[in-house]
């Protein structure tokens, strides 16, 4: 063959290339997140022995306003509820769930969890935080605020 002939090829086989990548990445389309602004997802955290995990809801609304409703679920790693609570939330009152290491640990082993929380009424009313505390000491692990304040 000679070098002219391999051009050829070479630049049919680049534009061909070229195209297909083209056709193929204008038909995908990117991923559309579902958020639910009265829904507050935590990140996965680990309970180890002698820990427990709290998920503290607060009503900062003005006391004018309608108290919210908010259910809080922790969930293992393969999405079993684990423990939940629902609440009502006047203004400037706070409650929590608590999820100890015993009521769901193995004890050879640390377990994953999640909390999740939703909030009945205006979203923006009530925060949401997350911690993991020793049970002997009280001493503060993990902490973890609100997911959605920017």
Same mark, same amino acid.
């Given at each position: 063959?000679?070098?002219? /002939?391999?051009? #050829?090829?070479? &630049?049919? %086989?680049? @534009?061909?290339?070229?195209?297909l990548?083209?056709?193929?990445? @204008?038909?995908?389309? =990117?991923? +559309? $997140?579902?958020?639910? =602004? /009265?829904?507050?997802?935590?990140? &996965?955290?680990? %309970? @180890?022995?002698? +820990?427990?995990?709290?998920l503290? &809801?607060?009503? #900062?609304?003005? =006391?004018?306003?309608n108290?919210?409703?908010?259910q809080?679920?922790?969930?293992?790693? +393969?999405?079993? @509820?684990?423990?939940? !609570?629902? +609440?009502? %939330?006047?203004?400037? &009152?706070?409650?929590?769930? !608590?999820?100890?290491? $015993?009521?769901?640990?193995? =004890?050879? #082993?640390?377990?994953?969890?999640?909390?999740w929380?939703?909030?009945?009424?205006?979203?923006?009313?009530? %925060?949401?935080?997350?911690?993991?505390?020793?049970?002997?000491?009280?001493?503060?692990?993990?902490?973890?605020?609100?997911?959605?304040?920017?």
């Open positions: 063959m000679n070098s002219k /002939n391999i051009s #050829i090829r070479w &630049m049919t %086989l680049t @534009a061909l290339g070229i195209a990548v083209f056709f193929f990445g @204008a038909r995908t389309e =990117p991923a +559309q $997140a579902y958020e639910d =602004p /009265n829904e507050k997802p935590f990140p &996965m955290v680990g %309970l @180890a022995k002698g +820990q427990t995990a709290r503290n &809801m607060v009503n #900062i609304g003005d =006391p004018n306003l108290p919210c409703e908010v809080m679920v922790f969930y293992d790693s +393969q999405g079993k @509820a684990l423990a939940r !609570d629902v +609440q009502r %939330l006047d203004p400037g &009152m706070a409650t929590f769930l !608590d999820l100890s290491y $015993a009521a769901v640990g193995n =004890p050879n #082993i640390r377990v994953q969890i999640r909390a929380v939703k909030v009945i009424g205006d979203p923006t009313l009530c %925060l949401a935080s997350l911690e993991v505390f020793d049970d002997e000491t009280g001493k503060t692990a993990v902490f973890i605020g609100d997911p959605h304040i920017k």
